[in-house]
């Protein structure tokens, strides 16, 4: 299993670029299954995530064509045939996500079989929601052995209100919508930016759409979709990631093509915890230091509140502010897995229920360090940036599902960050989150 060596100490400086959202991509990718035509992907994150959906549609009958060995930031699916519309438990055990396929495979071939998503890492992950969304929609829906199968000849238009506002539950049931029998009216949707690139490309697909990114949709349901080329727009939460790196390390680092809009709530957040931020052009951050890091508070919302996303990743920010900050986290129940991590390096942390309180500033020393799900690796490698000495993080087999050549981004603007690989090692099963 990878490990990552990390020597803290130094200010990143320069310019790093941020990859496609793999959070759009991945319903995205889900979306060519609404079409018999090609779908082309650009902007496409290279991550583990990817490569698994690329598998699941793959083995329902797709074929998926990855893009140049050496370029794989595109990627074109055309889904004329489906032969076997199953998302079998080895690869949904892996990536939650996997569930996304469920709307669009009713949709379009009547019938789907999808296993059932365990528990993971940062909480229960239901996808009640989705199924009740689709039962609403005239779909039958048996559980056994595991697996969800749904059944409808045609999905028929219907009024949708979220019990609880959820991301991919609001894209899964979108993508059921466009190919219904009239009108859906969906309320209490996720305004997250991915929802809302979801939509751009069904769009393009020619799909019918209003309302995407406020919390109430329409659909016109059509009777087919045809093909479209799509560009996925940049990830917040990697730039979110990087901004936080450059504060942590006191570094003066921009972070580009990004979309600032998107980042609005990270901003304001860091902006408050005394950084300096500038947005030198429509698709550029900037993050140098201010006179100190202070204490601030954060609780997690959905868009455009403070991501759940980066709640980790601030928290290791908040080690080295001064004073206290509380983290509440409302949206996962058990998301706090890299707290007696940090704490092993020499953080202040104390949870209560769903909220963290951090004292600071602490001086960090290194320290091994298990990685435990995606976005806590991210908070264990920021916290290792700027800890005393080298730290060795285990299992970042979690940060490859998200982050695209995560260290090598970090050892252009001055990280000391290098990969060891144990290629005897057996992988290990590896628990999924967001
Ligand atoms: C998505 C993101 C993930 C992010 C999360 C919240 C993807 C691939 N993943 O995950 O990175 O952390 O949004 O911003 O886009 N819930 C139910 N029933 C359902 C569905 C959800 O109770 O049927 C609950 C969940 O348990 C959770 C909350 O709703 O407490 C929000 O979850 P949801 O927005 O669905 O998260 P995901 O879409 O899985």
């Known amino acids: 299993m990878d490990k990552f060596v990390i020597r803290g100490g130094n200010p990143l400086v320069g310019t790093i670029r941020v990859s496609g959202a793999k959070n759009s991509a991945l319903p995205c990718m889900a979306a060519a299954i609404l079409t018999e035509d090609e779908i082309t992907l650009e902007n496409i994150p290279q991550v583990r995530d990817i490569e698994t959906e690329r598998k699941l549609l793959a083995s329902m009958g797709a074929v998926v064509d990855l893009g140049a060995e050496n370029d794989r930031h595109h990627t074109t ?28 495979l009713v ?11 365990g528990g993971c890492a940062i909480g229960g992950r239901p996808i009640d929601l989705h199924i009740k969304g689709l039962e609403k929609m005239g779909a039958t829906i048996v559980q056994e052995h595991g697996y969800l199968e749904a059944r409808a000849s045609r999905l028929k238009g219907a009024h949708l209100v979220f019990d609880k506002i959820t991301v991919t539950g609001t894209e899964d049931l979108l993508m059921a919508a466009v190919l219904a029998d009239g009108e859906t009216v969906m309320e ?53 990631t990087f901004l936080i790196a450059g504060a942590i390390t006191g570094g003066d680092l921009t972070v ?28 550029s951050v900037r993050v140098h230091p201010g006179e100190r890091l202070l204490a601030a508070d954060i609780s997690t919302e959905e868009y455009p509140g403070f991501p759940t996303d980066m709640q980790a990743q601030y928290m290791a920010l908040a080690t080295q502010a001064d004073g206290v900050s509380l983290i509440k986290e409302n949206i996962f129940e058990n998301r706090f897995m890299h707290v007696q991590e940090l704490v092993r390096m020499g953080a202040n942390i104390k949870v209560d229920g769903r909220t963290a309180t951090v004292r600071g500033p602490a001086k960090l020393s290194a ?36 982050y695209e050549r995560f260290e ?9 960050i290098q ?11 590896q628990p999924v989150a967001d």
């Open 419 to 429: 990969r060891m690989g144990n290629v005897f090692a057996p992988r290990e099963p």
């Open 408 to 416: 090598e981004k970090l050892r252009s603007v001055g990280a000391e």
């Open 77 to 104: 699916i055309s889904c004329r045939t489906l032969s076997d519309p199953v998302a079998k438990y080895e690869i949904v055990k892996t990536m939650r996500a996997s569930s996304l396929v469920l709307g669009p």
């Open 256 to 283: 580009a093509d990004c979309n600032p809009d998107h980042l609005r709530a990270i901003i304001a957040k860091l902006e408050e915890a005394g950084v300096r931020i500038d947005i030198p052009g429509p698709d």
């Open 188 to 240: 209490n949707c996720a305004r997250e930016p991915e929802v809302t690139d979801l939509a751009a490309l069904l769009t393009a697909m020619g799909a019918r759409i209003e309302g995407a990114g406020t919390s109430t949709i329409r659909v016109q349901g059509v009777a087919s979709l045809h093909g479209a080329r799509y560009r996925i727009n940049p990830d917040r939460i990697e730039a979110g």
């Open 367 to 402: 320290a091994a360090v298990m990685c435990s799900d995606l976005r806590a690796s991210a908070s264990l490698v920021l916290a290792a940036l700027v800890a005393d000495g080298e730290s060795i993080l285990d299992r970042v087999y979690h940060m490859d599902r998200g």
């Open 107 to 117: 949709a379009r071939t009547g019938m789907a079989r999808v296993a059932m998503p």
